[in-house]
């Protein structure tokens, strides 16, 4: 499996040129020149191999989509293209269609909406029709109907819009109006719709877009909700719902309609009122869902509490604004808050029985969660009432349950749990992680069975440097079909458990070349890999950072695909033969796509995208191995300037996170806009070094440290012209928190560049981390901030490691930046180093910009902040003129005119 031995040869044409004293001097980019550069997204193959499609996006213009033959000269450029599909007779590709960028920008400047059309192209002719105002199409399955939701239009607010059935075959549209969802069924020949008049009438009709009719099932003044059909089964479900003046929300009933393809369908109704143990003062919720199993034989839905409707406030005026926060509240106020509109759409979880008319509550609908094995005859429910603390650091645990559906009974089959159970696809199996095995349990047997007990290799992440009481496993579980086996991993390897048979199949041999292998389905089956089929795996070398493909039968026999030093993923086949597409690119190479078969015999390039680069200068990687100050081997991905010349001398922008290395291969398009973008720092003369960063409990600054210092020194111990005296450190959120540490604490770095850093520890763990609500002291002891205990156990370590307390030992200027809403950190911790090194008398700059959350979303904010970003590097690290916001005093009125 060496690389060396698996190249991947790409058989295309080749031009030669000969080269001339006049040919064009090569530049690096100017920030005019990044708005030319491409990106290929949504690639598509069609069912027989012959038509590929795929989106190429402009980092700032008009994109468009291809639609070439892989065996022909056809080609057809669709500008504004988006979202293109085949059918699967692989005749039409069908696409959304957008006003152009600069159209797009005004109407959302002047807050208008943006409509878009549906191109549809016959792929034997090349014609194309255009169809006005369609927000969504649809192909249903044997191709011969495509099914078109259009636009309402400003005219009418809310409602339905018109729905369109398009027949293929003769270009016939059947319209119906006033459509507020359409699902077809799987089969592709019905499509059940659910329309709401202009009268107030609502309904759902049956639409059989081939006979061209259509037949109401349910009309009139009551709402229609959650239309879903049965996968393989003529039996449409959707809940009908009657308003209650005094109540929140409708009286709900369940309706299964059956017999659909007869003169006179059947009809079966769930009446909650008429149900004895339906939950008292609930409802079946509209927000609750409806699933039907495959055959229709179970239904499961969602009962909520069904409350009285609030009087209207007389004085609201005099009704107190106040929280009462309890530090005996299990959730605190602040996550309640923001998940109130979630806590608000709790329901119990019901399932009913049509064929025999049983109904059980299977959850509480409070604090239990629970989902439905597949076939829904078992359900599994979490319950962590036992283990609800106030005190949290962050980890919780639960009671894992499996429920028979037909009479709510229940078994509890794990206990103080922190995982949950994954199901098998026909529902017979749960696969679950517990004390780093894994377990499967045989739901009918009630046995559990440990399928890795009997290995040598951990199953658990032993990386996970976190400072939690468990590692979680390396990875989750994937289920064959039939049930016949599970694949499990460990860092390294793939392996099968056959159900039914005690044993565990390694499927790969990574750990001898520390190459990772993870199951991929390249023809994405509905029922799942096969154990009768080759199996097909990515692969990445955490060696060369390389990548490729790997397929072997279920005895673990097979062979490298294809491999090389590069970023190769996105293996999808055509569904009727032997045809697969795949990505694959460099650092230096734009990402491309390619055509081959599944043995990767002949590798075909089939898109070209960024050709324009090849006028200009590029730079390459190389990675960079060193250790940590403790012994930990660690690399790093150093970018060499685009325009680099040895024996020059440049300055280096050292970018941080946490685990940055394995991008190595990665291609790394120019983007004005963003702050951090690597390839603009090449561009404009940088060495950029993204080093990876790991961990020791108790201490993630002086941690950061510990790895940084190694990392530098071993960039300098190459020799490749990094000015030693010239290098920055910059990182967002996390990366800022360690950017603050590291250059108050060092001296290898001239510059320092922080976008929302944590600063003072200790206030830090007692604030919120707002977007969610939660404690940062959760995230402090088992999450990023890896302290494992709180301040007052060890107040040291958080003084040792907060940038505010050793502000003093700073000579490096920094640039801090905050939006004033940051909700992850509290833009408060930027007012701390700021006012400190204020106080201090030290260099620094802190830009606030206003309304913004933890990143920023406002276009013209972005391009601000990429702009000083690149510019204060450029002072302290090129010796180029400050701006004065860089140096100097320049007050707020004075701000505000610029």
Known sequence: MSLSRTPIIVIASVSLAIGSAYAQVKRTLKPEDYKQWQSLVSPQISADGHWLAYQIALVDGDGQVMIKNSDGPEKFEVPNGAGAKFSDNSQWCGYLLGPPKAVADKLREEKKPIETKFGLRKLSTGTEAIYEGVQSFTFLKGSRTVLLQRFRGTTKP??????????????????????????????????????????????????????NTLRAVQWGKEDIYDLTWAEKADVVGFLVGTVNEKKDGDANIAKLV????????????????????????????????????????????????????????????????????????????????????????????????????????????????????????????????????????????????????????????????????????????????????????????DKKTNLTGDTHVPFDDIDDDHTVPEK????????????????????????????????????????????????????????????????????????????????????????????????????????????????????????????????MTAIKPES?????????????????????????????????????????????VTYIYEKMSDSLHAYMAPVDWSSYNPQVLSQNGYFVYLPDITYKARNPGLSALDCLEPAIDAVLALHVGVDSTKIGLMGHSWGAYETAFVTTVSKYFAVGVAGAPLTELTSMYNSYYWNAGITDQQIFETSQGRMEVPFWEDPKVYFDNSPVWQSKKRTAPILITFGDQDGAVDWHQGQYLYNTLRRMGKTAVMLVYAGENHGLAKRANQLDYAHRVRHYLDVYLKGVKPEPWVTDDVPLLKQLDQ
């Not at 759409?345 to 008319?357: E, I, Q």
């Not at 529902?427 to 780093?436: H, I, P, T, V």
């Open 158 to 211: 809310e409602g339905g819009s018109d729905f369109v059935a398009l027949n293929l075959a003769t270009g016939e549209p059947l319209t119906v109006g006033n459509v507020i969802a359409a699902v077809p069924n799987k089969a592709g020949d019905l499509v059940a719709l659910s329309i709401v008049s202009d009268s107030g009438f609502k309904g759902v009709q049956i639409l059989d877009p081939l006979a």
């Open 258 to 445: 059956t017999d659909l393809r007869k003169a006179i369908p059947t009809f079966k109704v769930f009446d909650p009122t008429k149900e004895g143990a339906f939950p008292k003062g609930a409802r079946i919720a509209e927000f609750g869902g409806l699933v039907l199993n495959e055959d229709a034989t179970v239904v499961a839905f969602g009962a909520a509490d069904w409350k009285d409707k609030k009087k209207p406030d007389t004085k609201p005026q005099d009704k107190p604004g106040v929280e009462v926060w309890n530090t005996k509240d299990i959730r605190v106020i602040p996550e309640q808050k923001v998940n109130a509109g979630r806590d608000k759409l709790k329901t119990r979880l019901c399932v009913w029985h049509p064929a025999v008319n049983t109904f059980a509550a299977i959850t509480d609908g409070v604090e239990q969660t629970g989902y439905l094995v597949p076939g829904l005859e078992r359900a599994v429910i979490m319950d962590p009432k036992p283990y609800q603390n106030p005190v949290n650091h962050g980890v919780s645990y639960h009671d894992v349950y499996i429920a028979d559906t037909k009479t709510g009974l229940r078994t509890r089959i794990l206990q103080d749990t922190q995982w949950t159970p994954v199901p098998s696809r026909k529902g017979k199996y749960l696969a679950y992680f517990e004390r780093k095995n894994w377990w499967l349990y045989d739901i009918a047997a």
């Open 472 to 599: 979680a496993a390396v990875g989750p579980p994937v289920w064959l079909a039939n049930d016949d086996g599970v694949i499990l991993v460990d860092k390294y390897d793939s392996y099968l458990a056959r159900t039914g048979v005690n044993s565990l199949t390694p499927l790969t041999n990574g750990r001898k070349d520390k190459q990772v292998y993870r199951l991929i389905e390249p023809d994405q089956p509905e029922d799942g890999p096969s154990i009768q089929k080759p199996l097909y795996f990515s692969v990445f070398d955490e060696v060369e950072k390389g990548s490729g493909f790997y397929s072997c039968d279920s005895k673990g026999k097979g062979k490298i695909l294809a491999m090389d030093n590069k970023a190769i993923n996105g293996l999808v086949k055509a569904k009727d033969v032997d045809r697969v597409i795949f990505m694959m690119g460099t650092f230096e190479q734009s990402p491309n796509l390619y055509l081959t078969n599944l043995q």
């Open 608 to 652: 070209k995208t960024n050709p324009q680069q090849a006028n200009f200068l590029w730079g390459h990687t190389e990675l960079v191995k060193y250790k940590s100050r403790w012994g930990k081997p660690l690399e790093g991905n150093l970018i060499y300037p685009a325009d680099y010349v040895k024996g020059r001398s440049y300055p280096m």
